[in-house]
């Protein structure tokens, strides 16, 4: 079984980076920008925004059910504005980084 990458003590008393294979002094950056396309996510939104598809493919599953349980009770309000916010700029990921890049 290998250690998962994280700071540790390195045996000498010091806290290091173990990247999985070896000690370093300083861990990887960590992105700042979500992988997921922007462009994906707005034909998504656009085309399927009714029922969520657009927030299950950015990772936000919660919004994504709800989205397609009750967002037909908004009259399409809720889809719109999801809409507008992806086009934006303004949605985040799963993991809370925004959506930027149109790729």
Same mark, same amino acid.
């Given at each position: 079984? *290998? *250690?998962?990458?994280?700071?540790?003590?390195?045996? +000498?008393?010091?806290?290091?980076?173990?990247?999985?294979?070896?000690?370093? @002094?300083?861990?990887?950056?960590?992105?700042?920008? +979500?992988?997921?396309?922007?462009?994906?996510? +707005?034909?998504?939104?656009?085309?399927?925004?009714?029922?969520?598809? @657009?927030?299950?493919?950015?990772?936000?599953?919660?919004?994504?059910?709800?989205?397609?349980?009750?967002?037909? $009770?908004?009259?399409?309000?809720?889809?719109?504005?999801?809409?507008?916010?992806? $086009? $934006?700029? +303004?949605?985040?990921?799963?993991?809370? $980084?925004?959506?930027?890049?149109?790729?």
């Amino acid at each position: 079984m *290998t *250690t998962p990458a994280g700071w540790y003590d390195d045996g +000498s008393g010091r806290q290091r980076w173990w990247d999985g294979a070896r000690w370093t @002094d300083v861990a990887p950056p960590r992105p700042t920008v +979500s992988p997921k396309s922007r462009t994906i996510a +707005s034909i998504l939104s656009f085309f399927f925004g009714v029922l969520g598809i @657009d927030r299950f493919y950015l990772g936000n599953v919660g919004l994504g059910v709800a989205k397609l349980l009750l967002g037909w $009770l908004t009259l399409g309000i809720w889809p719109l504005v999801d809409f507008f916010v992806i $086009l $934006l700029g +303004s949605a985040h990921d799963g993991n809370g $980084l925004p959506v930027k890049d149109w790729q």
